[in-house]
């Protein structure tokens, strides 16, 4: 089989070519592809950090094998390990965090053992990077969670829990603050474990999550969440099993699959053949699996198993009284004990079942759309306003353009409610939430907001405006604090 490899910047070539060492020295099947993608892509010109060859190159292989990635700060440009994954539709992200004997933490010096699956959404929520200044005091990111979207990625989750023989599957999320998106996310994620009866399913809001984590690592298996608390879980989680150099990432989707490191590219120590390349290998033996290459990860991640339950070490861990060795000297150790194994977590030796990673040749974009099951109506709006009135004054002015079809509801600034109730001791900045619904629930139509905008526009700049919808029972929009 043939892959598409990435060496990425800084020590992304030194790391890579230690682990594609290790493979041809096991004899892996595979034959590589190299592409140009990275921080030097960007400064030739090419804005998404890739070249228009490598996209293609991608697109017909399949895998894409990659080092850790730099994007240029303060260019305007999206960071090419986010476009990479959105581009491909690589929905879950998948991490695994184990203990690893000679890789000393609190917890291993405690003998908890610590073996946790974080599945991160990939695509959605704020990485979205879509971003407006509203006035120039208020800034807006736009978070969106869809049905689709959750779907994917859960289910991905609960299948490959029931595969790995999970214990448990729990969804971290922030729906007790974040009712509509995160409320989304949950309730798509007790839809699918409906379908899987066997595996126990439940949920914890994300800071205590974090907290249990950092005190409990061993109760949890299988945690599942959305793209920014995945981001930030999945780092909490490296640093329990000895940070990110031990940390792989596997990003998975229908036609397109990454792995990578996720880790930065060290320019300090870049060239110094000092690197620790354990995090890119261990990434590696999640391709080789996906791959069904079994045979090849379970013989390599032994032999890392057994060289690092043998003290050898890179410089950033290990017995700092043991000499430590460079990154190929650490290559050279781990294929110097191909056929040994380790005395704790032992991979057995599963006879290779090699597939192919070609994805299906695509003619148009893939639609992601649920059925919807209640007709959508539109109640009303929410006209974002500019202004440095108090909020009494603000409100004679828009229920003078309320008309026969809308009532001024409330104001809000920051999400609090400030008029018709509200207290003085609310700061305010100068973007308001004018909220009008129809009279007695009537339908509107866009035409009625639009002459809403209008008529509000000669009092106030509207730099943004959301419809409010119902399906059914069902609002589609939250209340302000103190509403």
Known sequence: ????????????????SAVLKIFEANK????????????????????????PEAQQTIERLGILFKGPMETPKGKGVKSVNVTARKTWNTYANKRVFQTL?????????????????????NIEDTYGGIEHMLTHDVALSRRFITRPGSLQVIRYAFEMARQKNARRITCGHKANIMKITDGLFLECFYEVAKEYPDLKADDIIVD????????????FDVVVLTNLQGDIVSDLCAGLVGGLGFAPSANIGDHICIFEAVHGTAPDIAGKNIANPTAL???GFAMLRHLGLTQNAAIIENALLYTLEQGVHTGDFGDKSKASLNTTEFADAIISNFGRTPELNAKPIIANKPGTPTPLKLEKNTMLESKELVNEQIIGVDMFIESNEQPDAIAKKCQRHAGVKFNLINISNRGTQVWPTGSVYTNLVNQYNVRFESIDDHQLNQQDVIGLYVSLSGDFKIPSLELLNKWGDKKGYSSAAGQ
């Open 281 to 283: 290998l261990l990434s």
């Open 1 to 16: 089989m043939k892959i598409a490899v990435a060496k990425g910047d800084g020590i992304g070539p030194e790391i890579m």
């Open 208 to 219: 205590d999550l974090c907290m249990k984590l950092v005190t409990r690592p061993d109760t």
């Open 28 to 51: 892996v099947p595979l034959e590589y592809e190299m592409v140009d993608m990275g921080k030097w892509v960007f400064d030739k010109g090419f804005s998404n950090g890739m070249t």
């Open 101 to 121: 004997h000679g890789v000393d933490t609190v917890f291993s010096k405690a003998g908890i053992p610590i073996d946790i699956t974080v599945v991160r959404e």
